[in-house]
């Protein structure tokens, strides 16, 4: 079993910054993808950002492209999405999910409990 602990949500205006962190513990020997998903009121969850263990891959959803940033720290099991230049349509639950990437599929098995983002206008 995983445990994700996610952290960095908040209130943000139009044009700023916020960083989401997510440390994963537990059984994650099986794991080597970590990534970020966010859920809008009303809309399904989407895929924002994901990263292979060793950075060799990683995946963005186009409205994101260009402002935010996924990155990881392997030794403290850590995954970060810093996101700039947000914009009102950003707000949502992030959450933070681990699991694989084979044969150019990402397959996400372990959920955080999710992070609220808002940003105003």
């Known amino acids: 079993q995983v445990q994700l602990v996610e952290s960095g949500g908040g209130l943000a205006q139009a044009g700023g910054s916020l960083r989401l962190s997510c440390a994963a513990s537990?059984?994650?020997?099986?794991?080597?993808?970590m990534g970020w998903h966010r859920q809008a009121p009303g809309k399904q969850r989407e895929l924002v950002a994901a990263i292979t263990n060793d950075g060799s891959v990683i995946n963005y959803a186009y409205s994101v492209k260009g402002r935010f940033t996924i990155s990881r720290d392997n030794a403290k099991n850590t995954v970060f999405l810093q996101m700039n230049s947000l914009k009102p349509e950003d707000t949502a639950v992030y959450y933070c999910a681990v699991g694989t990437f084979t044969i150019s599929r990402w397959d996400f098995g372990s959920w955080g409990q999710g992070t609220q983002v808002t940003v105003s206008s």
């Open positions: 537990g059984s994650i020997f099986s794991i080597n993808a």
